[in-house]
Nanobody
Framework: QVQLVESGGGLAQAGGSLRLSCAAS????????MVWYRQAPGKQRELVAG???????NYADSVKGRFTISRDNAKNTVTLQMDSLKLEDTARYYC??????????????WGQGTQVTVSS
């Protein structure tokens, strides 16, 4: 099995910064795309940022220029640096990874999420 655990959420003021991390562990042979999603109360889950194994990143328009995604393939981790936070960034943030396990099967795995709350 594969587990994803997010950390780094919390309370920040508007204009401030937070850094989220997601660590994958378990029967991992290889991780392809790693993606951060978020879901605010009453809203659908939306993609925030994603990064390929080779390091190519993409961002939602709402976070471009403010958030930076990075990964460490050796440690099976992905990080989301969030700067210039806005009230509308308040949401629960989830990490998703496309993982090939030791049996050469590809599956998507999700973490439990970490809460980010931005206050004025």
């Amino acid at each position: 099995q594969v587990q994803l655990v997010e950390s780094g959420g919390g309370l920040a003021q508007a204009g401030g910064s937070l850094r989220l991390s997601c660590a994958a562990s378990g029967s991992i042979f290889e991780i392809n795309d790693m993606v951060w999603y978020r879901q605010a109360p009453g809203k659908q889950r939306e993609l925030v940022a994603g990064i390929t194994r080779s390091g190519s990143a993409n961002y939602a328009d709402s976070v471009k220029g403010r958030f930076t995604i990075s990964r460490d393939n050796a440690k099976n981790t992905v990080t989301l640096q969030m700067d210039s936070l806005k009230l509308e960034d308040t949401a629960r943030y989830y990490c998703k990874a496309r993982v090939r396990d030791l049996f050469v099967r590809w599956n998507d795995y999700w973490g439990q999420g970490t809460q980010v709350t931005v206050s004025s």
